[in-house]
């Protein structure tokens, strides 16, 4: 496995048992692990544990994660990049066109020496 997609998966691990031991106890995650050791399934045991399935506990607790994972690579892809750059150059433009305006209006009304 890639490390980076092992780093991935051991901080959403780290988040699911975060947020189970905070909506339920620290207890929890080890009465978890007890009922598996007596031989009970691991999703069902879960579910004894929690009331909730693994993967509805998963999908809220990873939630926030995904939010901000998914905009990163719109943030950083090269499209919006150019966009930013092209959305500077206009800005200047029009920080120009102000300026020239404004001095032409100072002109007009004979407040600058040319």
Request: charge should be positive; glycine fraction near 8%.
């Amino acid at each position: 496995m890639e490390q980076k997609t092992h780093n991935i998966l051991k901080e959403k691990n780290a988040a699911l048992v975060s947020d189970i031991r905070e909506r339920y106890g620290a207890t929890v995650p080890g009465a978890i692990v007890d009922r598996v050791a007596r031989g009970t399934l691991f999703a069902h045991a879960f579910e004894l544990q929690t009331g909730e399935t693994p993967d509805e506990a998963a999908a809220r607790a990873w939630g926030p994660y995904r939010r901000w994972t998914s905009w990163i690579p719109v943030v950083t892809s090269g499209s919006a990049l150019w966009i930013g750059i092209l959305t500077l150059a206009f800005m200047a433009f029009l920080a120009t066109l102000r300026k020239r305006a404004r001095r032409r209006r100072q002109w007009d009304e004979g407040e600058v020496d040319a």
